[in-house]
């Protein structure tokens, strides 16, 4: 869609057409979505309305619709699992898995772990999917952020400080003295050990558990952010 849009095609001139090879599945799964938002949408009744598609529909990694209709999916689950329908269950499962591919490699990670939660019943309702997976994946990021500064013994303050800070492929560590000041709050009894657990054949002291300490925070922070 973004390649043709860079081609000059535009939805508002009728005149001008490219054609988008589907495979079987990927047609009938598309017919299935639009299917399923006309149904909801629609008043019993009224008349089938025509789609137009919004070519700021898609965007980057997935789809307004594509969320929309796992957020309906998600939904029939818990129903089919609430009232024991296990064959129901499964064949809703399976229209799920693959739209989860629409998704980048971590908010898979995150939708997997909604549908657990959905399977399992601790979730009974989604309300809206894209602010579901903003919320698992806050609180995945900040689990990961709690374990790493109490690997080192770090200052939460101060790392949030250099992480908010920091820009992605810039080198900015220095600014502030946000770094410096955030590997002195470090427990160097927790650094020294880890290094020594990592680096068996090399003897500790101040300069290297120092740098080691510095490359790891940068390391965290940048994975941090390629991960959102």
Same mark, same amino acid.
């Given at each position: 869609m973004i390649a043709l849009r860079q081609q000059g095609f535009a939805w508002?001139?009728?005149?001008?057409?490219k054609e988008v090879i589907f495979s079987e599945s990927q047609y009938?799964? =598309?017919?299935?979505?639009y299917a399923d938002l006309d149904k909801i949408n629609r008043e019993p009744g009224e008349k089938k309305a025509k789609f137009e598609i919004d070519p700021n529909l898609v965007s980057g990694d997935s789809t307004l619709i594509d969320k929309d209709y796992l957020m309906k999916l998600l939904n029939e689950l818990a129903q089919a699992q609430a009232k024991a329908k296990a064959e129901e269950a499964k064949e809703i499962e399976a229209r799920i898995q693959p739209l989860f591919n629409q998704l980048r490699e971590n908010d898979r990670l995150h939708a997997e772990q909604i549908l657990d939660d959905v399977k399992t019943g601790k =979730? !009974?309702?989604? !309300?809206?999917?894209?602010? =579901?997976?903003?919320?698992?994946?806050m609180d995945s990021e900040q689990t990961?952020?709690?374990d790493f500064i109490s690997q080192f013994g770090l200052d939460r303050e101060c790392f949030g400080k250099l992480q908010a800070h920091h820009v992605l492929g810039k080198d900015d560590w220095k600014d502030f003295g946000l770094l410096d000041n955030l590997v002195k709050t470090a427990d160097m009894d927790l650094v020294t050990a880890q290094f020594s657990q990592e680096k068996s054949n090399e003897k500790p002291n101040a300069l290297k558990l120092k740098g080691y300490l510095r490359d790891k925070i940068k390391t965290e922070i940048e994975r941090i952010i390629l991960a959102r």
């Open positions: 508002d001139n009728p005149k001008e057409t009938r799964e =598309l017919q299935a979505r =979730l !009974e309702r989604v !309300e809206n999917f894209s602010v =579901l997976l903003d919320r698992y994946r990961q952020i709690q």
